[in-house]
């Protein structure tokens, strides 16, 4: 009998999802044999009548390597163990999640997202008895079984590419100008692209910032003639005043200061004699299509993840580790959050260029 495997993405989008559904695709129709189901919307396409469901065909992969975002869609608001209903509530709908996926005749899920993905997939299987197979996705770069996740460098490059415009304006006005990039809670797209990207100064969450520090490097540029400074603030970076607030309390913080990028130049009224400006990138750094490294990584993991059903290695996650791709169980993959090595060789390579940190 021919096996029938869903696969659906989830959480936010990011360059190279679509790269994953071709891989995957592709191989288990030309090889295995198989029939795949794309599940439309992450899991919410199970529950609507109809079912949302895409049958993948090799047709259906046509273009898709280079296009961004995702051709099945995805959400971060369908979590089936406290599924949102109209009055507000939510509500656990897993059980019929599962009879919706027996009624189709899957065998099992292909799950392509971050940690609250997978954490969900590893749910859906041990207490549902749905055999699932993780793909990780996530710009932020924080998922510490493997060394990169697909869409990071994608993220990386545009925000390069968004400090080499800033630099130009920035020297035209002698301005300060700050860029906040995304990352959640650890600093990996502020510190690579800020390195790439010949920043100033990188305010990551992992290093609350001095103010003073801040200021003092903008003052020294200023003496030697530098009169304008890059600052790449991760959404998730807070000063020294606020280190010691729950991860709750820093988030409120954040956004009643209108982001971590505001707050930074609020901090720095009165300590600098410079004009400021601040641009959040947003999701520019989700969009677009994924640069080689992310379309290569991600075709990588959807054969990877073929293999993984193949062998019936259901409940691990494709990684790459040590330049080899590879399955790893989810409960352990989603462990370990990965924030930035504060110590690491990353950071003092820039700390040993010049670039300050305020901590």
Known sequence: MTRRIGILTGGGDAPGLNAVIRAFTKYAVRHHKWEVVGIEDSFNGLFDSPRRLMPMTLQSCQGLLHRGGTCLGTTNRGDPFAFPQPDGTR???????????RDEGIEGLVCIGGDGTQAISLRLMRERG???VGV???IDNDLSATDYTFGFLSAVDVATEALDRLHTTAESHERVMFLEVMGRDAGHIALEAGIAGGADIIL???IPYDPDRVAAKIRRRQTHGRLFSIVVVAEGAVPLSAAHLSHDERKARLKNGGGAAAIAMAQ???RVDAEMRSCVLGHLQRGGSPVAFDRILATRFGVAAADLVAANRWGEMVR??????DGVPIEEAIRVYRLVDVDGELVRCARATGIEFGG
Do not use: F, M, N, Q
């Open 320 to 325: 790459l580790k040590d330049g080899h791709v």
């Open 130 to 132: 749905i055999p699932v």
């Open 268 to 270: 720095l009224e009165g």
């Open 91 to 101: 509500r656990d709908v897993s059980e019929e999640l599962a009879k919706a996926v």
């Open 136 to 138: 990780p996705k996530t």
């Open 204 to 206: 990551v969450p992992e």
